[in-house]
């Protein structure tokens, strides 16, 4: 989350205290965020979505891209292919971070790390 903590430290806690008084137990979760954080929070998952939305069109591109085309592939190494593209867009956009990537992907960082070595990606 690349929130600026205008007010730094003070809003911050200002906000954790917040949470923490409507909440009902002693565990607090997104749902007690402020409306501008959450909306914020709201619009950054959105927009990384949209970053990943995979068509037909997006395949055909990369395939092209990359100098090959699907008919001259096996299912698997095509799927393993689309699988490295979007695994290393995740990467970019997390700038090396995997637990970041994981969340993009919607999987965890175990699942990613064990994708990265089976398919040999390597990312600096």
């Known amino acids: ?10 809003e911050l806690k200002n906000v954790i205290d917040s949470m923490v008084e409507v909440s009902e137990s002693n565990i607090i979760s997104i749902k007690q965020l402020p409306a501008y954080l959450y909306d914020f929070i709201k619009d950054t998952k959105k ?3 949209n970053n990943f939305k995979v068509t037909n069109d997006n395949i055909n591109e990369n395939c092209s891209e ?3 085309k699907l008919h001259n592939l096996n299912l698997k190494e095509a799927v393993e ?4 593209e979007i695994i290393l867009r995740a990467l970019k956009l997390a700038n090396g971070n995997q637990t970041k990537a994981g969340k993009i992907l919607g999987i965890p960082r175990q699942t990613l790390k064990f994708k990265i070595d089976k398919l040999n990606i390597t990312y600096i």
């Open 1 to 10: 989350m690349n929130y600026e903590w205008n007010g730094n430290v003070r």
């Open 47 to 49: 927009n990384m979505a």
């Open 81 to 84: 292919e689309t699988e490295r």
């Open 66 to 68: 990359n100098n090959y």
